[in-house]
């Protein structure tokens, strides 16, 4: 089974709408991170957490919100999606005590927003 | 200037070709190196790691990083189709923070 997983894994909706995306690991890492990629422009961090009460906001994170319900599990929800926000949606994992910064990332979500 | 500088390609090689990729940063904070390899559709995997200067290998794979150049690179011998994938450099300062900067990652394509 994957350490890191997403659902769902492809997802096409319409302007305006409330979207949410879903990531779960099971390595059992503190820290996890939501991503987009978009061609040209590469990964983009949205947000990040490095424990239950401890969310960030990383370089783009103006439309999306994440809820961190358990170590496991971290949501990024889009509140009123746009077309712009189109792309492939990474969630990753990372380890403090590993002494790396290695990040472990999940299988990905490709969102269309028409 | 961007902080992590990677040539998007595309690359194409040859079969058993040696392929050198590379990136250049302007942080000369950065202390962890990485390389992850991202095929179509797929998340990115960790390929090398390298902490601080020096040479690292792993089979095929030769990771170098040149602080004082602030330059990376990634070596595959012998190439393989199977190794054809977008290669992502990705770069972390030290201390309390995790977050990567990534190169904008290069195409390669090894033909049969």
């Known amino acids: 089974d994957a350490d890191v997983t997403q659902t769902p894994r492809n997802r096409i909706t319409k302007t305006g709408k409330r979207i949410m995306l879903e990531c779960s690991q099971t390595k059992g890492h503190d820290r996890m991170y939501w991503y987009r990629q978009d061609p040209g422009l590469g990964l983009r961090l949205i947000y990040y957490s490095f424990d239950v009460k401890d969310i960030n906001k990383g370089e783009i994170s103006d439309g999306y919100s994440v809820s961190r319900q358990a170590q496991a599990k971290f949501s990024l929800s889009l509140e009123s999606a746009i077309p712009n926000q189109t792309a492939l949606y990474f969630c990753?994992?990372?380890?403090?005590?590993?002494?790396?910064?290695?990040?472990?990332f999940g299988p990905g979500t490709r969102l269309t927003v028409l | 200037q961007k902080e992590v500088e990677q040539d998007p390609g595309p690359l194409s090689v040859p079969e058993g070709a040696i392929v050198s990729l590379n990136c250049t940063y302007s942080?000369?904070?950065?202390?962890?190196f990485m390389w992850y390899r991202q095929y179509s559709r797929k998340g990115p995997e960790l390929l090398m790691y390298t902490y601080s200067s020096g040479n690292k290998e792993d089979g095929r794979f030769t990771a170098q990083v040149d602080k004082s150049s602030k330059y990376i690179s990634l070596f595959i011998r012998d190439s393989q189709p199977s190794d054809s994938a977008t290669y992502l450099c990705a770069m972390s300062v030290g201390g309390s923070n995790y977050k990567l900067t990534f190169g904008k990652g290069t195409l390669l394509t090894v033909n049969p």
């Open positions: 942080n000369s904070a950065f202390q962890y």
């Open positions: 990753a994992t990372s380890d403090p005590l590993a002494g790396t910064r290695t990040q472990y």
